[in-house]
């Protein structure tokens, strides 16, 4: 998630969403309107706080000095942003994700020491103007039979309606935007995705 992401404050909709049980979160500030500078530093710390109230870890995303300076629990990287391999030698013992689309990509972050793998977007998504083509779920059942212990997280465009298929596919989780943040109350919905991937 990020400010421009929610119709509610975007505190209460991490509070809430924390409350119902998410595993991760990840702030991506990004996009028109996205915070920067001190004022992405004193939103990043808020976030944080809460996610350490409910002991969930705090992963930024794309913003590395951001994520080093205030000491979050990891990073999550795109093929884009700095080397697997120089983000690993500054994080030390934190959490990295990385995005990858391709049995390359994949294969690389695997050998670089990603934790986990996000891959997407799985299907059309509003939230991430340069976004590839949907994917759909071929290269996510490609990447669970080559990794069958890799940790992998499904992105983009996913609802509660259309999830139970990722969990088939082998994906362990879910990276949601829209379907919590544009929500008035995003607690019935985390609790929807959490019944899929729990069942």
């Known amino acids: 998630m990020g400010t421009q992401n929610c119709i509610e404050p975007p505190l209460q909709v991490l509070e ?14 990004k996009g028109e309107g996205a915070l920067t500078g001190k004022e992405l ?3 990043a710390s808020e976030c944080q706080k809460l996610c350490k ?15 080093l300076k205030i000491e979050a629990d990891g990073v999550h990287i795109g093929q884009d942003d700095m080397a697997l391999e120089k983000v690993r030698s500054k994080f030390k013992g934190k959490v990295i994700g990385v ?23 799985i299907y059309e998504t509003k939230s991430k103007q340069d976004a590839k083509k949907p994917a759909g ?9 080559l990794y ?14 259309n999830a139970q298929p990722l969990k088939k596919s082998g994906a362990d989780g879910v990276a949601i935007i829209s379907a919590i ?19």
Do not use: W
């Open 16 to 29: 809430q969403a924390l409350q119902a049980g998410i595993t991760m979160f990840q702030l991506r500030e």
């Open 99 to 121: 995005s990858v689309h391709t049995k390359e990509e994949l294969v690389q972050a695997v050998n670089q020491g990603a934790n986990y793998v996000g891959i997407g977007p």
């Open 137 to 145: 779920v071929a290269f996510l059942q490609q990447a669970r039979m």
């Open 53 to 67: 109230q409910y002991e969930v870890p705090f992963i930024v995303n794309d913003h590395i000095d951001l994520a």
């Open 41 to 43: 530093e004193m939103f």
């Open 148 to 161: 069958p212990n890799l940790p992998i997280v499904a992105i983009g465009g996913i609802t509660v309606h």
């Open 181 to 199: 943040c544009q929500s008035e109350d995003c607690r019935p919905v985390v609790k929807s995705f959490q019944s899929i991937f729990e069942a």
